[in-house]
């Protein structure tokens, strides 16, 4: 059973940055793909970011290119998503997702079907 665990949240000021960071528990793997999510409340699960094992970063959302970069330490099952730049429209809560099979990244929410609790961003003046 894989359990994911996001941190390092918070609120920060327009142009501001923050980093948050997905840690997989997985039992064994040979390979796998995370992936950041984010979600405000009445809105669908936008995708951000995804990264396998052995490709590293497959996919950015338009909306976040060039602001944001997501990093990977395979040897410890770690997500990282760095935030620069960030936007008040960047405000949501961000989910880290997993899937056992590495080359199924997407940016589609139905895609997967583990996640982790989530982690709140707030960006304001």
């Known amino acids: 059973q894989v359990n994911l665990v996001e941190t390092w949240g918070g609120s920060a000021q327009p142009g501001g940055n923050l980093t948050l960071s997905c840690t997989a528990s997985?039992?064994?793997?040979?390979?796998?793909?995370m992936a950041w999510f984010r979600q405000v409340i009445g809105e669908e699960r936008e995708g951000v970011a995804t990264?396998?094992?052995?490709?590293?970063?497959?996919f950015v959302a338009d909306s976040v290119k060039g602001r944001f970069t997501v990093s990977r330490n395979n040897a410890k099952n770690i997500l990282f998503l760095e935030m620069n730049d960030l936007k008040p429209e960047d405000s949501a809560m961000y989910f880290c997702?997993?899937?056992?099979?590495?080359?199924?990244?997407?940016?589609?929410?139905?895609?997967?079907?583990?996640w982790g609790q989530g982690t709140l961003v707030t960006v304001s003046s």
């Open positions: 997702a997993y899937d056992h099979d590495w080359r199924r990244c997407s940016l589609l929410a139905e895609r997967y079907n583990i």
């Open positions: 997985v039992p064994s793997s040979e390979g796998s793909c």
């Open positions: 990264s396998n094992t052995w490709e590293g970063v497959k």
